[in-house]
């Protein structure tokens, strides 16, 4: 797979570790980790050595998915890689217990390659089939209700992003992603941001989808007058969908 070295550089620089080297990651959950990874990525280096370009990168299902994607050119194929390994549980953990989402329970995997997937958008259309009669179409959504729903291509990504302030503040944006990307969101990317910025439509899927951030984690320090950010402190801070719980994002505040 041609983009292993770039992933791995950026394994190499954000853990302080050498290449295949037994690494815990003590500040960081799966989480955690795998978005502080997609983040290089993204933002490239080109002072490093080699110099590494900018790379599309994300996850499929952030808070579920135990693996990044990354692709040159968000048209082209995702290469799927696992970048973190879960530790096993102790004695002294509960019954059952998922290492996953604890802070230090896990260490650095080496871009373990997995299978990938190929986006819609760069595959051949399929033949339109002949139509047949059949029974009355459902009416198009009436106006400022979301044309789009969650399934098993489409699903909601939450971002977090700190805040200068003379108090530390972090906020939430939730974006609606996969492939096809519908064209009452289309954007451009796999990832189209919702709320106002993306007009009506956006406003009303947040609503509907999404709803507001339900804050928690040990760097969660209070809310603010706007539900879409909140004050933190060092530690982990944690945003998840108020109405899809499934759908979470996590931020290790220094």
């Not at 795998?34 to 933002?43: G, H, N, S, T």
């Not at 974006?175 to 064209?183: L, M, R, V």
């Amino acid at each position: 797979m041609t983009l292993r070295r770039d992933v791995m550089a950026v394994l190499v620089a954000l853990s302080g570790c050498p290449e295949g080297s037994d690494c815990p990651l003590p500040a960081d959950n799966m989480q955690s980790w795998q978005e502080r990874v997609i983040a290089e990525l993204r933002k490239g280096n080109p002072l490093a050595e080699p110099p590494r370009v900018p790379r599309c990168a994300g996850m499929h299902e952030d808070g579920v998915t135990d693996e990044i994607t990354v692709a040159p050119f968000c048209t082209a194929r995702w290469e799927g890689y696992r970048v973190f390994a879960c530790t096993p549980a102790l004695p002294t953990d509960p019954p059952n217990s998922d290492t996953c989402p604890m802070i230090g329970r896990g260490k650095v995997r080496w871009a373990f390659p997995t299978p990938g997937y190929v986006p819609a958008a760069a595959c051949t259309t399929p033949p339109i089939p002949t139509p047949t009669p059949g029974p009355v179409p459902t009416p198009s959504p009436a106006p400022g209700s979301c044309p789009v729903a969650l399934d098993a291509d489409h699903f909601l990504d939450i971002r977090l992003k700190p805040l200068a302030g003379a108090r530390p503040k972090v906020d939430a944006t939730p974006f609606y992603c996969g492939f096809p990307t519908p064209p009452q969101l289309s954007c451009g990317t796999k990832c189209c941001a919702l709320g106002v910025d993306a007009g009506p439509v956006g406003v009303a899927c947040e609503a509907e989808l999404f709803g507001v951030p339900v804050w928690s984690g040990t760097g969660y320090a209070g809310p603010t007058e706007n539900p879409f950010t909140a004050f933190v402190q060092p530690g982990t801070v944690r945003a998840c969908s108020s109405k899809h719980g499934e759908f979470c994002s996590v931020l290790v505040i220094p």
